[in-house]
């Protein structure tokens, strides 16, 4: 079955260190997303990439980095910039820019500060 | 700008019971809208979504209407089970200034036995 698949589930990150979190797709979309979820709250997008090797900043880029070297891999880096990293990690993806199709969601990445 | 502003939770309900949660929007242009569950430590799954006006979107017993003249998209369900119980996300996706998807802040339903 196709998907998206995030790795690792759960990720603890010492202050100071960098990490990657990992978002693979087998759907042949074009487009991929990450998004960052507090508790209790909605969703906020810190980049997204149309095509390979593209990418752009969403709201809250800030501290994080990505590549796109692959259509299936979307790698999100959270770096030692990042101050407040404690969070659940969403990776999406849909078929393109067209409209109307939604978003496929992985089954996210809980990422703490110990 | 686009918007979605959703019921705040969380909706506590008994089963069997009727489900509303309400959901309006901004938006310029004719925006497709979806609704998305997520169940606890999960990711989002697409539940339905309606592409134009007076479409309704259904799926396992959820519906909601796109109505222009109220610029709404509220979700409904007959008869909730124990296993709805989950955070429901009204979105927004915009076909005029850009393509971003905007989502709401989420509304949590309990559903008790």
């Known amino acids: 079955d196709g998907g998206i698949t995030q790795s690792p589930k759960y990720l603890f990150r010492k202050e100071g260190q960098n990490v990657t979190l990992s978002c693979e797709q087998n759907l042949n979309h074009d487009a991929m997303y990450w998004y960052r979820q507090d508790p209790g709250q909605g969703l906020r997008l810190i980049y997204y990439s149309q095509i390979v090797n593209d990418f752009q900043k969403g709201d809250i880029a800030e501290g994080y980095s990505v590549s796109r070297e692959k259509k299936e891999s979307f790698p999100l880096t959270v770096t030692s910039a990042q101050k407040n990293p404690t969070a659940f990690y969403l990776c999406?993806?849909?078929?393109?820019?067209?409209?109307?199709?939604?978003?496929?969601f992985g089954s996210g990445t809980r990422l703490t500060v110990v | 700008g686009n918007s979605v502003t959703q019921m705040e939770g969380p909706v506590t309900l008994s089963e069997e019971a009727f489900l509303t949660i309400n959901c309006t929007y901004t938006?310029?242009?004719?925006?497709?809208l979806f609704w998305y569950v997520q169940y606890p430590g999960e990711g989002l799954q697409l539940l339905l979504k309606a592409t134009k006006a007076d479409d309704k979107g259904s799926n396992k017993g959820f519906e909601a209407t796109y109505r222009k003249e109220t610029t709404s998209f509220h979700l409904e369900k007959g008869s909730v089970q124990v296993s709805d119980s989950a955070v429901y996300f009204c979105a927004l996706e915009g076909n005029t200034g850009g393509f971003k998807t905007i989502f709401g802040a989420g509304t949590r339903l309990f559903v008790k036995a």
């Open positions: 999406a993806s849909s078929i393109g820019l067209e409209l109307n199709y939604g978003y496929t």
């Open positions: 938006a310029t242009g004719y925006p497709s």
